[in-house]
């Protein structure tokens, strides 16, 4: 237990505790956009097994990691697209079309890995490509920062880069306030000359981009192939820590943290002698129990204002 | 007298509204045919014949058939235990996780059966299952009815969470001593299901699974309690001004839903295993979810759907051992686009509003 400890306040904990989390920080960033122009995207999971997958064969087949990870991207757009076409054309539930998104990605992904690979485990017979790792030049030879800093995979930096980006859009420019009008209240929006569609379309094209950044960052970077399930709920906690968050951005991030802190966490203990099954319920249990907080100082500050 | 009701009858239109309903389903069967039918071309050598037998393999013999039904029955229960929640509102995805672990306490109870006497240790294990369903099932119910917690997230990682839990216990309880994998002791014989069908897998849990549906249609339509529970899922305030308790109505939906749930993880064990042997969740649960989506959460709409998905799962499951593109998941297609179109209300409504003035042009 001390050298867990130990390696808890450790440099290489704080680089698992990136490695782990960026993943959860775009699925969790996608979740925000969507659920902050009050159309909810619940189909993050079944878009980053998607773009996961057809990462790894797009850039099997054409040898460039680059087309790879665009094709992907692509993929999770068209799906955030499908939500809206059929949610705003179709006057579908989108809660419904994220299910059934869902659903059809974990089913259809295995059968795709058959047709190209004969096998439904994991696409590691393919020569898929890896999207390349950045060394930041002076920084990297900083002993402490430089480790911190450097060598990581490009998407870990877009991640940075794109939460920067978000924070600045949401909270700085006439455009964040629009979105967020949306989501309070599409009708008012609407009054005062916003177009809440066009608004909503642009945010869900956004969040498919970032499922999809997710999702390849998964099987063209933290490793190199495709597995069954790889994504193992990163969607869904990233849409429980988009609703932890409510609408502040701070409070969605730091709810990715730490959870990506508890998976870091289980990690080394799976190493240990406790029951592997349990551990690996830990980050889990702590999202239920951040919601469930949520959900309680929510309810008593409905109930101080009716008072 | 004839002649003039007759007159009187309307002239039959497809832009009526049972009719458009019909009209509706059936295209959006043919669409989620033809897609898949579209990608089969892409990928299979005769995609003609592949189809062809595709739709017609069941009926190549009695026993093929019979793998229909052996495959409809979880879905049913998955399906009604989900468009309860889906009726009231409430996105619970929590059916999944609430088969894996009812299906491990029963387990307890089939691998030393209480009397030895067949039936009776057939109803306890069902009944086992279904109270840990049901029980399990109120944690969710009473967050959201307490503190108006996100169901859906919620139930989701409690799926996560049971499963974690539910393969602990079968590790470390269940599993015969000297043996590696995640598997239980054997089931005793007496309590798995009786065949009714000779030569086939069907066992008496198709009657269970259809007495089911009778009594959530009953329940649905015929008791207050389901009055109440539709009404609660268009709108929300109605339980409060009804005098009904939303918390006790809330938690009693959950509790249906998971006892339904639990039931149906039993007949499935105790009909088509040995022993319990799930190491991954069953998948069960979330197909339950299109099942409802695709019934309209009406529990012969879900029946039907569960058919027709059985239908085409086994099929491509028989003809996955001779063709190399064919396999079970290729179906999550025709599931997909159809649980899209179904669900979607506007879908067809320009052309019926164009029929529509048409025929009133006409007159």
């Known amino acids: ?82 939500i809206v076409f059929f949610s705003m054309r179709l006057k579908a539930d989108p809660i419904m079309i994220g299910i059934a998104l869902n659903l059809f990605a974990t089913d259809f992904s295995v059968w795709l890995m058959l047709i190209t690979t004969g096998t439904k485990g994991m696409t590691g017979s393919l020569p898929s490509k890896v999207l390349p790792t ?27 880069a794109i939460a920067i980006i978000i924070w600045i859009v949401v909270y700085k420019t006439p455009f964040g306030l629009r979105m967020k009008a949306c989501g309070l209240d599409a009708t008012a929006a ?27 960052y998964l099987s063209m970077g933290y490793l190199s192939f495709y597995s069954d399930n790889m994504t193992a709920g990163r969607g869904w906690i990233g849409i429980a820590a988009a609703a932890v968050g409510g609408g502040n951005l701070g409070i969605v991030l730091l709810t990715t943290v730490g959870f990506a802190i508890a998976q870091a966490i289980v990690n080394m203990l799976i190493l240990t002698s406790l029951p592997t099954d349990l551990v690996n319920t830990i980050p889990y249990i702590c999202v239920l129990i951040g919601l469930v907080a949520l959900s309680i100082r929510e309810y008593h500050a409905r109930r101080g204002k009716v008072k | 007298m004839s002649e003039n009701a007759a007159v009187k009858q309307k002239k039959f239109s497809w832009t009526d509204e049972v009719p458009f309903e019909i009209l509706r389903l059936f295209t959006a069967i043919v669409v989620a045919l033809l897609i898949s039918f579209l990608v089969l071309c892409f990928v299979s050598d005769n995609p003609v014949n592949d ?35 889906f009726r009231a509102s409430l996105f619970n995805l929590g059916t999944e996780g609430v088969f894996y672990i009812s299906g491990v306490f029963m387990t307890f ?30 944690l969710p119910g009473f967050l959201k009815a307490k503190w108006n917690a996100d169901v859906m997230v919620i139930s989701l990682m409690m799926n996560n969470i049971l499963f974690g839990v539910g ?28 065949r009714i069908w000779t030569g086939t897998q069907v066992t008496t849990g198709i009657i269970i699974a259809l007495v089911m549906v009778a009594l959530v249609w009953v329940l649905l339509y015929k008791t207050k309690l389901g009055y109440q529970l539709r009404m609660t899922g268009s709108n929300a305030r109605f339980a409060a001004y009804s005098g009904m308790s939303a918390f006790g109505l809330m938690l009693l939906i959950h509790f249906i839903s998971g006892a339904i749930a639990g039931m149906g993880s039993a007949v499935e064990l105790l009909g088509n295993y040995q022993r319990f042997s799930w190491s991954t969740l069953p998948g069960l649960g979330f197909t339950g979810a299109l ?55 506007y879908f067809l409504r320009s052309w019926r509003n164009k029929q529509m003035i048409k025929e009133k042009g006409g007159e």
């Open chain 1, 1 to 82: 237990m001390d050298g867990i400890l130990g390696s808890i306040f450790s440099i290489d904990f704080l680089v698992v505790v990136i490695r782990v989390g960026v993943p959860l920080v775009f699925a969790s960033l996608a979740a925000y956009v969507a659920s902050l122009v009050g159309l909810s995207n619940i189909a993050i999971e079944g878009i980053m097994i998607m773009s996961a997958l057809s990462g790894v064969l797009i850039s099997a087949f054409t040898g460039s990691a680059w087309i790879g990870f665009f094709g992907a991207a692509a993929i999770g757009i068209f799906m955030a697209l499908v």
């Open chain 1, 134 to 160: 950045v060394h930041i030049p002076f920084i990297e030879d900083i002993p402490i920062l430089g480790q911190l800093i450097s060598g990581h995979y490009l998407l870990t930096y877009v991640c940075v």
């Open chain 1, 190 to 216: 609407e009054s005062v000359g916003i177009k809440v569609n066009k608004v909503r379309l642009i945010a869900l094209i956004l969040s498919g981009f970032l499922a999809a950044c997710g999702g390849a």
């Open chain 2, 51 to 85: 189809f062809v037998s595709l739709l017609t393999y069941p009926f190549k013999s009695p026993f093929y058939f019979s793998y229909v039904l052996v495959k409809m029955i979880p879905l049913v229960f998955a399906g009604l235990a989900t468009l309860l929640y």
């Open chain 2, 109 to 138: 109870f089939a691998v030393n059966p209480l009397t030895g006497i067949g039936i009776i240790d057939q109803i306890i294990c069902i009944a086992v299952a279904a109270l840990a369903g049901g029980l399990i099932s109120l």
């Open chain 2, 167 to 194: 393969l602990w216990i079968v590790r470390t309880f269940l599993q015969p001593a000297g043996v590696s994998g995640n598997s239980s002791e054997y089931f005793a014989d007496s309590v798995r299901l009786t």
């Open chain 2, 291 to 345: 099942m409802a989506m695709m019934g309209k959460n009406n529990p012969i709409g879900a029946t039907i759907a569960a058919f027709g998905i059985s239908y085409l799962r086994a099929s491509a499951q028989l003809l996955a051992n001779t063709s190399p593109v064919i396999d079970v998941k290729m179906i999550s297609i025709v599931e997909v686009i159809l649980t899209l179109l179904i669900s979607s209300q």
